[in-house]
């Protein structure tokens, strides 16, 4: 387990889309692949966000840093 997060992440993706439907086709696949993660990011609250939705936890974050420098300066 090398990332937690990302582990997580994947299973709900396969569980949830990947073993779910069947794709035709790269254009199917595709759009039933963007309907997913727009309701994963739009529609559903997620515990580790406060039971807020991603968008919901950006807007209400937005705005809040820690440093006004930026990490990369070239």
Request: charged share 25%.
């Amino acid at each position: 387990m090398e990332n937690g997060h990302i582990e997580s992440f994947n299973g709900r993706l396969r569980d949830e889309c990947l073993n779910v439907h069947q794709f035709l086709y790269i254009a199917d696949a595709k759009r039933k692949l963007a309907a997913w993660q727009t309701d994963y990011k739009s529609h559903r609250p997620h515990s580790s966000l406060g039971h807020l939705t991603p968008e919901e936890y950006v807007a209400r974050h937005e705005g809040e840093t820690t440093s006004k420098t930026p990490i990369f300066q070239p």
